[in-house]
């Protein structure tokens, strides 16, 4: 079989060998064009941070599970695939209140956000015009800066409307531990020291169970009221600060200046290794075509077909022999020939 297979290769060497000649010249072309591809990037650094759950964590949709810089890449991906976040972008770059849907769909594929280590995402926009990449980048830095900034700031108003709820329930119930306390103590001569706590309590103090649970309901009654009054703080100022969200949202670099950028080796070998692959496919396909097809009898396992109870005796009256004419026929043709030369 061997032999048989070698055989049809060095007969049908052409038709063999074309479909790797095409394959080769096509991967060649795609080579030679993205080499020559070639296009302008423009990229920017963020510095991110997970928001506290008083200042919009839960509105910016926090994953636990990932770091801060995949939650804000994500957050940038999702906003890349909505139109109205695109066409904002694109009427702000391109000047103009018509978006076409190629350019939406440019805008989103040339668009990649990347996140770098645990803080840190980058933001590239690729394009043939030099002049826009950095623009693009910026525009969108800005536009996703105000759509976080209102979550944040909307998150930190209704959390400070919360807290403020409780912060007048819980300065009436620190005052209302705090005058117990000092009437308790008014009534009696031996407690002078008007810093007296649970820590500091005199061991001739000790045993007085009413004292003592007196100072732990101030305690615990100013714990709590100082841990809202913070909270409520913190929350009012990032809901009307313009600074509030600075501690989770900072721009460290601004967008570069246009650089080239080509595709990697790798990217550029995908096509033409494609290529080659379908065309040895296709030359593996006509070679098995022919090997079915071939009838051509070499070897006495050839005819195996026909039984291995046959006796093949000789291969010789197999081969195909020259043609010969009988003697009659060649000597009337060569008579008519002679009369046709003479008659003319």
């Known amino acids: 079989m061997t032999y048989r297979v070698v055989e049809l290769i060095l007969r049908r060497a052409v038709f063999l060998a074309l479909p790797l000649l095409v394959g080769a010249a096509v991967g060649m072309f795609w080579l030679i064009e993205g080499r020559r591809d070639f296009s302008f990037s423009s990229?920017?650094?963020v510095w991110v941070d997970k928001p506290s759950v008083f200042s919009g964590g839960a509105v910016a949709d926090f994953n636990n599970y990932n770091s801060p810089a995949q939650n804000q890449t994500s957050s940038?991906?999702?906003?890349?695939?909505?139109?109205?976040?695109v066409k904002?972008?694109?009427?702000?770059?391109?000047g103009t209140e018509t978006v076409r849907q190629d350019r939406?769909?440019?805008?989103?594929?040339n668009t990649s956000v990347t996140p770098f280590g645990t803080h840190v995402v980058y933001i590239e926009y690729r394009s043939k015009n030099a002049s826009?990449?950095?623009?693009?980048?910026?525009?969108?830095?800005d536009k996703f800066a105000e759509d976080f900034t209102a979550q944040v700031k909307s998150?930190?108003?209704?959390?400070a409307n919360f807290y403020g709820?409780?912060?007048?329930?819980?300065?009436?119930?620190?005052?209302?531990?705090?005058?117990?306390?000092?009437e308790y103590m008014r009534g009696r001569p031996q407690f002078a020291n008007a810093n007296i706590s649970l820590q500091n309590l005199p061991a001739n103090l000790s045993g007085d169970t009413e004292l003592a649970k007196l100072i732990e309901a101030q305690e615990s009654a100013k714990e709590a009221y100082s841990r809202i009054l913070a909270s409520y703080d913190e929350s009012r100022i990032i809901a009307t600060s313009s600074e509030g969200t600075a501690t989770y949202y900072q721009v460290q670099d601004e967008p570069s200046a246009?650089?080239?950028?080509?595709?990697?080796?790798?990217?550029l070998l995908i096509r033409p290794v494609a290529a080659m692959l379908v065309s040895l496919m296709i030359s593996s396909l006509l070679l098995l075509l022919f090997w079915r097809l071939d009838r051509k009898v070499r070897v006495p396992s050839d005819l195996a077909f026909l039984g291995h109870d046959l006796q093949i005796i000789s291969l010789g009256s197999l081969h195909a022999k020259r043609r010969r004419w009988p003697k009659s026929f060649v000597r009337l043709a060569t008579a008519l020939d002679s009369g046709l030369r003479t008659h003319n």
Do not use: C, G
């Open 43 to 45: 990229r920017a650094t």
């Open 76 to 85: 940038v991906q999702e906003l890349l695939a909505t139109q109205t976040f």
């Open 88 to 94: 904002t972008v694109a009427k702000t770059v391109d």
């Open 104 to 109: 939406i769909d440019q805008i989103r594929s």
């Open 132 to 141: 826009e990449v950095s623009i693009m980048v910026k525009t969108i830095l």
């Open 155 to 159: 998150r930190a108003a209704s959390t």
């Open 165 to 182: 709820t409780q912060l007048a329930p819980a300065k009436i119930a620190f005052d209302k531990a705090n005058t117990a306390l000092q």
């Open 258 to 267: 246009p650089f080239m950028a080509r595709q990697k080796m790798r990217a």
